[in-house]
């Protein structure tokens, strides 16, 4: 569960934050200029703890974030930490705006996946022409399972 921060800053700590910030940006974007996570969000070490730099930004701002909501990025800039880009919302809401923003890797572009975008149109042809897809998953080295769940479109969706 995601938890409420409430937190307790002090004017020292809201300069050293905005010492990060660099609001500038012509995009209407305020970047984190700091240490970040590993996929991209703003971090800040407050009181002993390190935390999303988003949500300092919005409670130092507008106020404490309902319990149980995540922040939004308006703007799909996860370094961003413009209040007037973030909104409280849920986790649905949250991966909707991510979907809508393209900013999920997919297929091939996730860098995880065994098989390409080419790959999949082929199973699925030979699925179509009859194919058993015991057979298509050893000719591509995958279980029978990723062939039915391809076939299906339960993964590979976004491929036409």
């Known amino acids: 569960m995601i938890r409420t921060l409430t ?14 910030v660099d609001s500038t940006a012509t995009d209407g974007c305020h970047p984190w200029t700091a240490s970040t996570t590993a996929n991209g969000y703003g971090q800040f070490s407050l009181n002993g703890k390190v935390e999303r730099a988003h949500r300092v ?7 404490p974030i309902p319990e149980g909501l995540v922040m939004r990025h308006l703007c799909s800039t996860r370094d ?13 809401e949250n991966m909707r705006d991510r979907d809508e923003a393209g900013n999920t890797p997919r297929g091939e572009s996730s860098g995880v996946s065994k098989l390409k975008d080419v790959q999949v149109l082929d ?11 015991t ?7 995958v279980s029978q399972p990723t062939i ?3 076939i299906n479109r339960k993964t590979w969706k976004h491929i036409p």
């Open 7 to 20: 937190l307790k800053i002090n004017e020292n700590d809201k300069k050293r934050f905005n010492d990060k």
């Open 123 to 133: 199973i699925r042809d030979r699925a179509a022409k009859g194919e058993s897809q």
């Open 57 to 63: 930004a919005f409670e130092m701002s507008v106020g």
């Open 148 to 150: 039915g769940s391809i």
């Open 135 to 141: 057979s298509i998953a050893k000719y591509y080295k």
């Open 80 to 92: 961003c930490v413009n209040p007037d880009h973030l909104k409280p919302g849920t986790h649905t």
